[in-house]
């Protein structure tokens, strides 16, 4: 547990650097409302540390200011009034790691002086020697460090040499002789890895060559049994930590080779016994935590004769339920006894006897519901006592009553109300005292008279009403006030008089709607004040609070402010007002404030910022998100010169930037304005903040965006920018995405990077439909246009009259791609009866769907030579003329489907030699006439689907077998036999092409009185024509007998025309 941590922090408290002392104040501030608050108060001191060395270390690498304003940033942080990640401090596990022990033999705050680099982790788990040494003039003579270790030499407080290794797996084989140091004391810390397969096991004799090893570490070892002479050799082994083994068991005899052992560690290993430790004289430090240890005796601690150094036992986290024993038989020199996190339900009342010396005792979070009252009575030099989260809900009179000595008292957690004053009126040394989660519901002044000593005092989560004035007048040296979680609803004049050395003062979560306007005036060291999650109205006065830096006010009923808010309070850091309802901030209300760094008023109702309400704010990061700031320009007469972050997501913002409003923010690295009104963004909106780095302008109205408005005035830094959300236009200026697309991070350009790209979606200016960005084709990014004179070459384009110049039907909508080279035209659903007379002749695609064209007029395209597409679907077709398409030379796709089309000839699609692509299905077409598609080039896509046909001439078939993919279901074709042969060979050698094959029918007239419909596919063709089928069969016999017959006379002629010809060349042959 940590106790004793918050008088540690108190002390450090004291010290008069400026930013550690911060930290430690903030560190004991509650954090967010969801904290689980169990630790002591402040305990998270180790903070103090981390938040001290980032600043160090970005004062090294950085300049001077930004290195205050971190360390500014990180003091209020630190507070838990701001969102922060919290930072843990090590357990001596970890710690043990680093090369640092936990034994005050070895224990160092310096870091190593020398490491040496691992070069192989988790390999064979013999461990091998390299050439690497230790380079020190105190190192011990030729040591060499293992290739699966880290070995140090740390000097604090004795020089010694620690090595940390990483291993698969111990066994019988792991030689840990090359480990030896001669006589130079060293440390052994084994970390085996958690994830390995191999079972560890610990052998007799493995350590025997260690013999000047003072100190062995095994952490997620996970064996199961330390046999007998496991630690033979290691004379010198002074303490010895085992952390997470398994179900650990000990040979009676397996700490016998280790007589001068002082601390022994078994944590976190399911150890449920122990073996007798009586011989180990020398022990100091016992710690057995989160085992299954039932008894004390069960901690091999039990012997003929007490332990005469022994000082220290800590049992948390077993399965101890009662203490039945004397303590004082197992050391009656003992110091701390902790034995918190069981389920203890009974000590006896002599258990403490004879315990003279004992200063620490920890018995929190057990079942115990009584105590009798003489089990303190001699424990009279006692200063740390945890008695909480018990079952305790009163003391036996007179139970603490001589314990005058005590100096850190936990009562939290129990049912105690106000009587326990009375019971603890005798620790009059008490600097410590914690009663949260309790039942008390009045504090008197009377109560707290005699505790002048009380450095701490925590009353929060209690049922505290009222608060008298001048409650704390005899606390002179109280330094930190915990009242939040009560029922207080109001603050009167003189409740604070007498502490003028508090500096944390923490109110949140009570009732308060009144605060008098000078109740905090004795508050002359006040540093953190929390008042969030109340319903205050009015502020009270911050004249001469001077040292105030952390104003946490959220969660409140505020809705003005205005220059005398924070009026007196020059020194304020960090102001949280979130969740309140401030529609206005008024003038000169931060303007003051030289020393504010982080400012939040988030969620709340502002939509006007009077002029200069910031002046020249030294605010590092503000975050006016969730309100209803409508105009940017709001800041206009403020100037931000450390600003490094602007929140403004979340509001009503319509137009985005200005150059003024760059100008004074130019040092901001992080820019959020997400889920605004946002509609454009100017060209180059953004390239005078020199220094931004995140730009959010996700879930806004930006149809449309430039590729200069993402551009920055550098390339070696590329800020990266969200664009999510936004309903833009895929038209033919958004076509730079896609170049995007493909290098995003190219170093050759001064473009932000778009972290999101893969995820934009846009709408095609033809189509509604929302579409992926990076999935479109670079043709779909189309600009609207009404008159255009780009799309040919054309030099009278500046003239009044030119006859190049073209113009988008009234009625239509017309579009060109980004390069010009396709240009489309929308005339669908217009009600349009004929093909508009002013179609652009640099049209290439032509829609003209669901209309009411009933005749295609041979007049209707004679001034379209580049038209390649054309779609005419649903718009009540009944005639085509003769060569209605002749001059479509260029046309490669017509969609013709769901019209009232019967005849089709020769000179319907009459010279469409490029043609690719012909659909007519759910037309009434009855008969194609023999050439009809004979122009088209092979290859060609033909969709006949659901029309009238029964059948077609066989040269149509024949025709028709050049088309690269058919579709004829949906058709009456006739089971008429002489028809269905003909067809039946076409659909066999074109079954691959065509792609309704399987749902092919045709229909047979019988004598029933409906048709009958038979599914070709499943059909036989002899079952449905068997006559003719033999007839044909036999046709195809005499055929082939003549063919056959007449192949063999041809060959017999070219072999005499062969030697004909070979006799007539070779007259030398001839001659003899």
Not at 35 to 48: G, H, R, T, Y
Not at 233 to 244: K, P
Not at 417 to 440: A, D, P, T, W
Not at 750 to 755: A, D, L, V, Y
Request: hydrophobic residues 40%; proline residues 3%.
């Amino acid at each position: 547990m940590h106790i004793g941590a918050a008088a540690l922090v108190m002390k450090s408290s004291m010290i008069s650097v400026k930013l550690i002392c911060v930290c430690a104040i903030l560190s004991a501030m509650a954090a967010l409302p969801t904290e689980n608050d169990e630790s002591l108060p402040a305990s998270s001191a180790a903070n103090i540390v981390t938040v001290a060395t980032a600043a160090d270390k970005l004062s090294t690498t950085g300049n001077a200011t930004d290195s205050i304003r971190f360390t500014q940033t990180a003091q209020i942080t630190a507070s838990g009034a701001f969102p922060v990640l919290e930072t843990k401090s090590n357990d001596r596990a970890v710690e043990a790691t680093h090369g640092t022990l936990s034994s005050p033999r070895l224990k160092t705050e310096s870091p190593a002086l020398f490491p040496l680099q691992r070069t192989t982790i988790l390999q064979p788990s013999i461990l091998q020697e390299t050439t690497r040494t230790i380079d020190n003039e105190n190192k011990p003579h030729n040591y060499i460090c293992p290739a699966e270790c880290d070995c140090w030499l740390l000097e604090n407080p004795i020089s010694h040499v620690s090595v940390v290794c990483a291993l698969s797996h111990i066994n019988n084989e792991t030689d840990f002789s090359v480990l030896n140091t001669n006589t130079f004391p060293s440390a052994l810390t084994l970390r085996c890895d958690p994830l390995s397969l191999w079972k560890n096991k610990l052998y007799p004799f493995m350590f025997k060559g260690l013999h000047s090893f003072i100190a062995l570490i095994f952490l997620n070892c996970h064996f199961n049994y330390v046999p007998e002479k496991t630690f033979y050799g290691m004379t010198a082994l002074r303490e010895l930590y085992i952390s997470d083994a398994e179900k650990i068991s000990f040979h009676t005899a397996a700490f016998d080779n280790v007589p001068y052992l002082e601390d022994l560690s078994v944590v976190h290993s399911e150890m449920s016994s122990a073996p007798s430790l009586c011989h180990l004289q020398s022990l100091r430090f016992v710690n057995f935590t989160n085992n299954n240890i039932g008894t004390i005796e069960e901690t091999g601690l039990l012997c003929n004769t007490t332990f005469k150094n022994l000082q220290e036992i800590v049992l948390c986290k077993n399965n101890l339920r009662k203490i039945s024993i004397n303590i004082s038989e197992i050391s009656d020199n003992l110091l701390h006894f902790s034995a918190c996190d069981n389920k203890i339900e009974h000590i006896s009342e002599y258990s403490f006897r004879g315990l003279y010396l004992l200063s620490r005792l920890d018995i929190e979070n057990n079942l115990i519901t009584s105590f009798s009252r003489h089990i303190f009575q001699d424990v009279n030099d006692l200063t740390v006592l945890s008695l909480a989260k018990n079952k305790l809900s009163h003391f036996p009179s007179g139970l603490l009553s001589h314990l005058r000595n005590l100096t850190v008292l936990l009562l939290f957690d129990l049912s105690l109300n106000q009587s326990i004053f009375n019971e603890i009126r005798n620790c009059q040394n008490l600097q410590e005292l914690v009663l949260k989660n309790n039942f008390i519901e009045n504090v008197e002044m009377s109560s707290l008279d005699l505790f002048s000593r009380l450095e701490y005092f925590d009353i929060s989560n209690n049922s505290v009403r009222t608060l008298p004035g001048n409650l704390f007048m005899s606390l002179q040296n109280l330094q930190k006030l915990n009242m939040s979680g009560n029922l207080i609803e109001t603050v009167g004049k003189d409740t604070f008089s007498g502490l003028s050395k508090v500096d944390t003062l923490d109110l949140k979560y009570n009732k308060i709607r009144t605060l008098h306007s000078d109740c905090l005036q004795p508050l002359l060291a006040l540093s953190v004040l929390n008042l969030s999650y109340n319903a205050i109205e009015n502020l009270p006065s911050f004249r001469g609070l001077q040292n105030l830096y952390v104003l946490d006010l959220r969660h409140n009923n505020i809705k003005y402010l205005d220059s005398s808010s924070f009026a007196g309070a020059s020194g304020i850091g960090g102001i949280n007002l979130n969740n309140n309802r401030i529609q206005t901030i008024g003038e000169n209300t931060f303007t003051n404030l030289q020393s504010l760094v982080l400012l939040f008023i988030e969620k709340n109702e502002i939509d006007y910022i009077e002029n200069n309400a910031f002046g020249d704010a030294s605010i590092v990061e503000l975050n006016l998100r969730n309100n209803n700031i409508s105009d940017i320009n709001l800041f206009r007469h403020s100037n931000f010169p450390s600003l490094r972050k602007l929140d403004l997501s979340h509001n009503n913002i319509t137009v985005l930037i200005s150059s003024d409003f760059c100008s004074r923010f130019q040092g901001i690295e992080t820019l959020l304005i997400s889920n605004n009104r946002i509609q454009a963004v100017s060209s180059h909106a953004f390239e005078s903040l020199l220094n931004l780095r995140f730009l959010d302008l996700s879930y806004n109205r930006i149809s449309f965006l430039q590729e200069t408005a993402l551009t920055t005035s550098f390339s070696s830094v590329k800020p990266f920018v969200k664009l999510q959300g936004n309903p833009f236009r895929c038209d033919c200026n958004m076509k730079w995405m896609k170049k995007w697309q493909s290098s995003p991070y190219n170093n050759n350009n001064n473009n932000m990077i778009i972290t999101d790209l893969l995820t934009l979606t846009c709408t095609i200016a033809s189509s509604t439909n929302v579409s992926m960005l990076y999935r479109l084709a670079t043709d779909n990014f189309q600009c609207q246009y009404i008159t255009d004179c780009n799309s040919f070459k054309c030099s009278c384009c500046n003239l009044n009259a030119c006859e190049c110049l073209i113009k988008c039907p009234d009625s239509c909508t017309c579009l060109y791609n980004s390069d010009r080279s396709a240009n489309m035209v929308h005339c669908d659903r217009k009600g349009l009866d004929q093909v508009p007379k002013e179609i652009p002749p640099a049209a290439t695609h032509l829609y003209l769907d669901e209309n009411n064209i009933s005749v295609v007029s041979i007049h209707s395209f004679t001034h379209m030579a580049y038209l390649e597409y054309l779609s005419m679907c649903d718009s009540n077709i009944h005639t085509i003329d003769d060569y209605a398409f002749e001059r479509l030379s260029s046309l490669k796709t017509v969609h013709l489907n769901g019209n009232f089309i019967s005849i089709i000839t020769p000179k319907t699609f009459f010279e469409l030699k490029n043609l690719q692509q012909l659909s007519l299905s759910n037309n009434r077409i009855t008969l194609i006439e023999a050439g009809s598609f004979i122009y088209f080039p092979g290859k060609y896509k033909l969709d006949l689907s659901r029309n009238m046909l029964s059948k077609v001439d066989d040269n149509v078939l024949f025709e028709m077998s050049f088309a690269s993919s058919l579709n004829l279901s949906g058709n009456p074709w006739t089971c008429d036999c002489e028809f269905l042969v003909g067809f039946d060979n076409f659909t066999s050698s074109n079954v691959e092409k065509i792609q309704d094959f399987s749902t092919l029918t045709c229909t047979t007239n019988t004598t029933s009185p409906s048709n009958t419909t038979i599914l070709l596919a499943n059909t036989l063709l002899s079952n449905l024509c068997p006559g003719i089928t033999v007839r044909h069969t036999k046709e195809l016999l005499d055929n082939t007998v003549l063919v056959s017959t007449l192949t063999t006379l041809l060959g017999i002629l070219l072999i005499v025309a062969f030697i004909v010809f070979v006799l007539f060349w070779n007259r030398d042959f001839l001659k003899v």
